[in-house]
């Protein structure tokens, strides 16, 4: 997540609040009873565990697209790894389509950022060539 500058705003809730939810008071209470021999279900655990299950929910999910809908694609190439994120616009809200990342490797590493952006439009379309028109 953190290579897609471009969508931040759109995935930087979802990074937001799986970071939050890893380094919560609740979370580390509940890894701490689970370590125990002696578990015992507790309202400070119930109390977490609500929590964590509100975390989850606000998350954004992945969702097929509607036939006809317009689609907007967020590209993003870094020194060491191309990114996409297929995304709808329903309503007033940024929907997730799909998501696709690749480590770079080997001489991929050497090529130009500009490269790297044709390179991300390459993998997307073996990989998403389904969500667009042939011309």
């Known amino acids: 997540m953190q290579f897609l500058g471009g969508r ?3 995935h930087g ?3 937001h609040k799986v970071q939050n939810s890893r380094k919560s008071k609740e979370d580390r209470d509940i ?3 689970l ?5 015992k279900w507790t309202e400070e655990a119930e109390s977490a565990f609500q929590e964590m299950k509100k975390l989850l929910k606000e998350l954004p999910t992945m969702t097929a697209p509607i036939v006809g809908e317009t689609l907007i694609l967020y590209l993003t190439a870094s020194k060491e790894a191309i990114s996409l994120v297929l995304i709808a616009n329903q309503g007033h809200v940024q929907v ?3 998501f696709v990342s690749k480590t770079l490797i080997g001489t991929e590493l050497n090529y130009p950022a500009i490269e790297k952006l044709v390179y991300t439009l390459v993998h997307t379309m073996r990989r998403l060539g389904r969500y667009f028109q042939r011309i």
């Open 96 to 98: 997730h389509i799909y």
């Open 35 to 39: 370590k125990k021999a002696d578990f």
């Open 13 to 15: 809730s979802y990074h």
């Open 31 to 33: 890894k701490e009873l």
């Open 8 to 10: 931040r705003k759109v």
